[in-house]
């Protein structure tokens, strides 16, 4: 069993930054894959970013136009996903999730666990 705990939402203005963290716990956390989604309200949870135990990375197809990046450190149990030049299209609930695999995935079904979600408001 894994939980999870996002941080470091909240209210941003357009082109500003914010790094969210996901702090996991347990003793395997560098055996998870974990990832970045986010949901807007009256949308579907959408895919951000996908970061593998030993590194490997997959981002959303248009990548956020390059703004975003996600890394982690096993040490600290942590995913973090840095977003720069924010916009207001950017607002929703981020999540994260991990997959008890190496397997990257894109898909909000292949995630065994989620946390309960940290908002980003972006005004314009």
């Known amino acids: 069993q894994v939980q999870l705990v996002e941080s470091g939402g909240g209210l941003v203005q357009a082109g500003g930054s914010l790094r969210l963290s996901c702090a996991a716990s347990?003793?395997?956390?560098?055996?998870?894959?974990m990832g970045w989604f986010r949901q807007a309200p009256g949308k579907e949870r959408e895919f951000v970013a996908s970061i593998s135990g030993n590194g490997g990375i997959l981002y959303d197809a248009d990548s956020m136009e390059g703004r975003f990046t996600i890394s982690r450190d096993n040490a600290k149990n942590t995913v973090y996903l840095q977003m720069n030049s924010l916009k207001p299209e950017d607002t929703a609930v981020y999540y994260c999730g991990a997959i008890s695999a190496f397997s990257l995935s894109r898909r909000a079904n292949r995630y065994d666990y989620w946390g309960q979600g940290t908002q980003v408001t972006v005004s314009s």
């Open positions: 347990g003793r395997t956390f560098s055996s998870y894959t």
